[in-house]
């Protein structure tokens, strides 16, 4: 018998309320969203509905108040919001500079002095504010920099932010809401005690209450704010002119009643501001407050106008980071593993351990000589450092913590995976081993398994466990050896018959056609990922045209490097690897790829998670790069987009954090259309 309706409804309605629940903690109390605000609104609105239904109320849906429903109003911007791109070292901030010298030498101003403002960089959450006749009228997220969440309700809880300013002035201005660290103690320790979770960190806490739909919530978690950029100006009759630098800038939101950070300076040169980072950067945990870096502008505003933006930075300016996130953990257990070019690489198993906001358990070692330099051994407690997107590596050994009787870590001769006798050998000038011989049973299994794989030729329903039944049965070593199969070939393996042997053979022959950056992805070149092939596609269209290119063609080609570059060289002087190329190409026939058209999203850096509606991720990531965009695989401060789909991972959540724009299928469409 079916269920009552009103059975059905009750069911839903508890689901319902558990799932809201989860998420407004998710939300509000974690600044950490699994899911768009577009789909936990209409969570919320089927869950008061069914409430009305039935006659019942209840806190979850009352919680977050009428406005919740509509989540925040949105906010379109008078001025667009930027990012800034980021430097790590100071070769890379003078390699900055020389870009900036480089633009202004085509400008009138190719001989004008260029000075620097440089100022802390907050760790919170950006605000955009707008002033008419000296009143606060709004206060809005930065959003996608072009849309953003009206907050005018909780910023007016921030004791330091005017509400009529000095002068009845006109204008937009750009701060950082922020909390500080006592502020932020108090509240995880009044948390505690009433047993709720913890926020992770400062800037969760001050974005999650920036965010609050209840203003009573966002004035008792005690917010702050430092205002640092002034957008658009009107003085009106107020004798007050509009800045010609970033000092003036600061100066005059200051007057105006502004709180500004007690620390910029103006820098002459480049010189100085490389001091203020280096103080800045052993000094930081002093302050009151979070920062991650400094930032420099431009500080003349007529130069700034001159070099302008990127798809999504400002050229005039830039982060300098300080050292990346580290923590401690203990070595479990060292490990070599071999990649499919042959190159073996020692790996530290950890214990696992909460690092820049993901758990990581393992960790690479690089290569015997810094395994010797750190004496790192099995039992060791170390310090693991993790900077953006690279991968963990152990830096330092805590030695007054290591266990008695540790022995030092001895690279060994041998490694199985490299089949034959497993020799391995040292790579002449590089600390690098990998194994002696690159035609193992092993090696050659992992290339055929990447030649296949979606990256490069995508030869769907063709994976692992069939390329294996194949290799087994001595029908195919190379990945040449694919495009000579026949149906018959299929029909005389295990559990093959006519329907799965023709899909198999159908799936290889549409590989026939592909593109030059897929079948340099499959080849397995040393150092040579999706990017890098597309870039040496751009330079060098045909075979015959990279035949022709020499290492120092190859180096000079932005983005690829000298390492890449003598790695491809390598390559194309290897007999054996150009006859496999040969016996490819018989097979093969390469459509061109065409270069994308500038575009205001050229540059622009996409990253894709959960499963869209009608698009495919192949299908996605090609529309990204049709108009000059770039695909990462990992969210960081640099990602300009990421776009979810159902059931996202927690590249959402980081999102969110970092105050990255996230774009379901529809709005990503819809800005590739421009």
Known sequence: MPKPASDKLNTRLTQLRELVAYHQKRYHEDDAPEMSDEAYDALVRELKDIEATLGVVSGVAEAVGGTASAAFAKVNHRTRQWSLDNVFSDEELVAWEERLQRLLDKTPYADARVTYMAEHKLDGLKVVLEYEQGRLVRAATRGDGQVGEDVTHTARTIASLPVLLAHPVSLTCVGEVLMFKDDFERLNTARAAAGESLFANPRNAAAGSLRQLDPAVAAARSLSLYVYDLDNFEPHATGLVKPQSQAAELLLLKNLGFPTSPYPQECPDLASVKKFYHHWKVHHEDLPFGLDGIVIKVNEVV????????????????????????????????????????????????????????????????????????????????????????IPEVVSVLLPLRPLKTTSYRFPKRVAACGGDGSIERVPGEAAYRCVSLDSDFL???????????????????????????????????VADLFDLNTEDFLSLPGFKDRSAHNAVTAIAAART?????????????HVGEETARLIAQYFPTIAALRAATEADLAAIDGIGPVIAMSVAAWLTNEGAQHEVDRLLQHLSLKSTTTAAASSLTGATFVFTGTLPTLGRDEAKELVRAVGGKVASSVSRSTSYVV??????????????LGVPVLDEAAFRSLLAG
């Open 514 to 526: 592909t593109t030059l950056p897929r079948l340099l992805i499959g080849l397995s070149i040393d």
């Open 644 to 657: 979810v789909g159902a059931e996202p991972g927690s590249k959402a959540a980081e999102a969110a954090a």
């Open 444 to 478: 050659r299994r992992q290339r055929l398994y990447h030649f296949v794989s979606k990256g490069a030729l995508n030869i769907d329903g063709v994976g692992p466990r069939i390329l294996d039944t194949l290799f087994d049965a001595g029908l195919i070593s190379t």
């Open 303 to 390: 130069l700034q106008h001159e070099l302008g933006y990127t798809a999504r930075a400002p050229r005039f300016g830039v982060a300098y980071k300080f050292p990346a996130v580290e923590t401690t953990t203990v070595v479990e257990a060292i490990e070599l593993q071999v990649g499919r070019t042959g190159v073996v690489t020692p790996v530290a198993h950890l214990r696992p351990v909460l690092l820049d906001g993901s758990t990581v358990s393992r960790a690479t070692l690089h290569n015997e000589d810094q395994i010797k330099r750190l004496d790192v051994r099995v039992g060791d407690t170390v310090i693991l450092r993790k900077a953006g997107d690279i």
